[in-house]
């Protein structure tokens, strides 16, 4: 049964920092493009960041700099490290897994909230 369960969302302050997790199960994390997704209300859901089946990373434009992506292939965890966090990075942020262009996997989400 594949999972993909994300953890450590919540309330922080402007300019605070939060490290999400998404820990695998059930598919051959290794070989998986993994990335983190987040939607705002009322707005699409968005790329954040991807990391590839090598390491190799990317960033949308809004969170470079401030965001950095990682993944432990031995621990099937990928982690999203958030520093100066802004009020418009409030969103649910969603683990996604890819291989190919056929097979996508998604995490619930985890609400992360940027508020004074």
């Known amino acids: 049964q594949v999972q993909l369960v994300e953890s450590g969302g919540g309330l922080v302050q402007p300019g605070g920092s939060l490290r999400l997790s998404c820990a695998a199960s059930?598919?051959?994390?290794?070989?998986?493009?993994m990335s983190w997704y987040r939607q705002a209300p009322g707005k699409e859901r968005e790329l954040v960041a991807a990391?590839?089946?090598?390491?190799?990373?990317n960033y949308a434009d809004s969170v470079k700099g401030r965001f950095t992506i990682s993944r432990d292939n031995a621990k099937k965890t990928v982690h999203l490290q958030m520093n100066s966090l802004k009020p418009e990075d409030t969103a649910v942020y969603y683990c996604?897994?890819?291989?190919?262009?056929?097979?996508?996997?998604w995490g619930q989400g985890t609400q992360v909230t940027v508020s004074s």
């Open positions: 059930g598919f051959t994390f290794s070989s998986y493009v």
């Open positions: 996604k897994a890819d291989r190919g262009n056929w097979v996508h996997y």
């Open positions: 990391i590839s089946t090598g390491g190799i990373t």
